[in-house]
Nanobody, 126 residues
Framework: QVQLQESGPGLVSSSQTLTLTCIAH??????????CSWIRQTPGKGLEWIAS???????DYSPDFKNRASISWDTAQTHVTLHLRSVTPNDTALYYC??????????????????WGRGTQVTVSS
């Protein structure tokens, strides 16, 4: 039905802006009804929710990232872009995009997704 494909630079230097893209393949009627989230996994902290966006333009951000992250759907509603500014080696992680049908009112709720991508590894060099 829906497949998500993440892409990113692989390696980025500290203080730079990390840009990640998630392409959603599949039934448009499904994609339009879902929120797309970026979630990352690190060995030390486990899963961390970063931000979510709906095709309507509605966005939600984790308090831990709201000051340096921005998320958006493209106008053709085919992919979601995440920008994470001022990265440090602590941002080294496996980054996933995911689709969730309902907007969550809690941070933990954003981990309950209907579709997940396979993830893209990002390493931040010091």
């Amino acid at each position: 039905q829906v497949q998500l494909q993440e892409s990113g630079p692989g390696l980025v230097s500290s203080s730079q802006t990390l840009t990640l893209t998630c392409i959603a393949h599949g039934a448009r009627r499904i994609i339009e009804r879902h929120y797309c989230s970026w979630i990352r996994q690190t060995p030390g902290k486990g899963l961390e929710w970063i931000a979510s966006a709906h095709v309507s333009g509605m966005t939600d951000y984790s308090p831990d990232f709201k000051n340096r992250a921005s998320i958006s759907w493209d106008t053709a509603q085919t992919h979601v872009t995440l920008h994470l500014r001022s990265v440090t080696p602590n941002d080294t992680a496996l980054y996933y995009c995911a689709l969730k049908k309902d907007r969550s009112t809690t941070v933990s709720g954003w981990f309950d997704n209907n579709y997940w991508g396979r993830g893209t590894q990002v390493t931040v060099s010091s």
